[in-house]
C-alpha cells in the first residue's frame, strides 16, 4: 500500500473538472500549493459538511497561495450539481476509473452495514509549488480538519520552517 509521506512527490494527474477541462498537477508547479482533498461521495453528510468547511476558509485558504482541489469517483454532472447547491468556490475533479485515487493509496475496500465495497477514503494530501507532498492526512475526520490544513499551509508558507 502507498504511503505519501513528507517530501515525496506527488503522483502525477491530469484529470476532467468542473471548470469544463482537464487539469494537471503541473499546472501549479511554481505557482501554488496544492489542497489535494479526496471524498467519497458528492451531498453525502460527511462530505458535505466537509466541503463546506474548506469554501468557508477558502479566502484564508488563497492568503496562503493555495489552491483546494476536491476529487471523488462522482461525474462532472454530479460535480457541478454539489458545487451550485452548496456555492463552492473551488474545483472539483472527477476521477471515474479510480486511477488518481488509487495513485494517491486512497481507494481502498470499506465496510458498510457489512457490506464490502470498493471507495475512497477521505484523505487530504497538501503539495508544495514544486510538486512535493507537504503533509498527509488519511481516515481523514472531518471536525478540525480544516484548522489543521490551514496550519500546516501556514507554516509551509514561513520562511522559517
Known amino acids: 500500500m502507498l504511503h505519501l509521506k513528507p517530501g515525496d512527490p506527488a503522483p502525477y494527474f491530469n484529470l476532467p473538472s468542473t471548470e469544463g477541462r482537464e487539469i494537471a498537477l503541473k499546472e501549479f ?33 488563497k492568503k496562503v497561495n493555495a489552491v483546494v482541489l476536491g476529487v471523488s469517483l462522482d461525474s462532472i454532472e454530479s460535480h457541478l450539481k454539489f458545487i451550485k447547491k452548496y456555492a463552492l468556490p473551488f474545483t472539483l475533479l472527477s476521477d471515474q476509473d479510480a486511477s488518481v485515487s488509487k495513485a494517491y493509496g ?52 514561513s520562511p522559517h520552517r
Open 29 to 61: 508547479k511554481n505557482k501554488n500549493n496544492v489542497v489535494l482533498y479526496f471524498y467519497p461521495k458528492d451531498d453525502t453528510p460527511g462530505c458535505t459538511k466537509e466541503a463546506c468547511a474548506f469554501r468557508d476558509i477558502f479566502s484564508e485558504i
Open 106 to 157: 486512497v481507494y481502498k475496500l470499506k465496510t458498510m452495514y457489512g457490506r464490502e465495497f470498493w471507495g475512497i477514503e477521505r484523505s487530504t494530501f497538501l503539495i508544495d509549488t514544486q510538486g512535493g507532498i507537504i503533509q498527509s492526512f488519511s481516515r481523514v475526520k472531518v471536525d478540525f480538519h480544516i484548522d489543521e490544513v490551514l496550519l500546516v499551509l501556514k507554516k509551509a508558507q
